[in-house]
């Protein structure tokens, strides 16, 4: 199992920017895809984006494309969502996740997660 910990977690205000970081275990990375889940308050947790194990190719929840970037870096073994123009409905605890790759994960289909991280995006 992928051992993934996130940070930059934080408070923010609506239309401002964060950047969240997830460091990865990379012995068990190196064909699988990573990303990015939400959970607010009293909601399911939801698919937010992900990238494949090339670092090409990606996938976006409607609700964040055009404003969320994902990225990974390999040789750090390390996942990247830049987060612009945010909103207050995009509060919530963001995860960081490993799969097989996006079209899967896309579809909730997970092999690891992280421990979570707050993003609270104040009006």
């Known amino acids: 199992q992928v051992q993934l910990l996130e940070s930059g977690g934080g408070l923010v205000q609506a239309g401002g920017s964060l950047t969240l970081s997830c460091e990865a275990d990379?012995?068990?990375?190196?064909?699988?895809?990573l990303g990015w889940f939400r959970q607010a308050p009293g909601k399911e947790r939801e698919f937010v984006a992900a990238?494949?194990?090339?670092?090409?190719?990606?996938n976006y929840a409607d609700s964040v494309k055009g404003r969320f970037t994902i990225s990974r870096e390999r040789a750090k073994n390390s996942l990247s969502l830049q987060m612009n123009s945010l909103k207050p409905e995009d509060t919530a605890v963001y995860y960081c996740?490993?799969?097989?790759?996006?079209?899967?994960?896309?579809?909730?289909?997970?092999?690891?997660w992280g421990q979570g991280t707050q993003v609270t995006v104040s009006s």
């Open positions: 990238i494949d194990w090339s670092g090409i190719n990606t």
């Open positions: 996740a490993a799969g097989s790759t996006t079209a899967t994960m896309t579809s909730g289909e997970i092999g690891s």
């Open positions: 990379g012995r068990y990375l190196r064909n699988s895809a």
